[in-house]
């Protein structure tokens, strides 16, 4: 995924495959996106649901938001016009172009989305807190987007989240270990069984 995110000819094209890669947004919800859904204080973004799902409120990484501030000082926007189109013809063409060393056509861009969510859950192993990353109102819908996710024997982990400085320092003193900051501004710690 990163090689065709490198490989875009489009900046615009970039910062939205990052976006799909980062938040495991629709792409239809990346479509609607306006500047006023970002928060660059705090690194994130507030996703308007579509497909019924709910609103959310997802963190950005340092590259994401520069590209994103980047691409509003262009006075360029996600694609509004022809929504998901635009942006699935444009992925088409650039994985067209860079296909011939890689089989970069079998990545679609709802494979972003399964990306996120997979690598999300292998993280965290929290189904509930991917269903929230990816908006949905059940869980049967998550478990489709983690059943590929396959954990060797040994491989078992306690998840728990920091909301606080204090909830950190207790999970380190016994015995977790950090993994990742993701939604607002709470931290991932884990600990083998």
């Not at 629709?26 to 973004?45: A, H, M, N, P, S």
């Not at 444009?90 to 970069?104: L, V």
């Not at 965290?124 to 478990?143: E, Q």
């Amino acid at each position: 995924m990163e090689q065709i995110i490198n490989a875009c000819r489009s900046f615009r094209h970039a910062a939205c495959l990052r976006l799909l890669k980062e938040t495991g947004m629709r792409i239809g919800e990346v479509t609607r996106l306006q500047f006023k859904d970002f928060d660059f204080e705090r690194k994130t973004v507030r996703v308007m649901p579509e497909k019924g799902s709910r609103p959310r409120e997802l963190r950005l990484g340092e590259k994401l938001v520069a590209m994103v501030q980047q691409l509003f000082a262009r006075k360029q926007s996600f694609p509004t016009s022809g929504g998901g189109e635009t942006l699935l013809r444009e992925h088409e063409k650039d994985t067209r172009r860079i296909e011939q060393q890689f089989r970069f056509l079998q990545i679609h861009l709802h494979s972003f989305r399964h990306f996120r969510a997979t690598m999300v859950y292998a993280q965290t192993r929290d189904l509930l807190y991917v269903m929230k990353i990816l908006g949905h109102r059940s869980i049967t819908n998550t478990i489709r987007y983690t059943q590929l996710v396959d954990f060797k024997d040994g491989e078992s982990f306690i998840c728990k989240v920091a909301k606080s400085a204090d909830d950190a320092v207790k999970l380190v003193e016994s015995g977790f270990e950090f993994v990742s900051s993701f939604l607002m501004g709470y931290n991932f710690y884990k600990k083998r069984k």
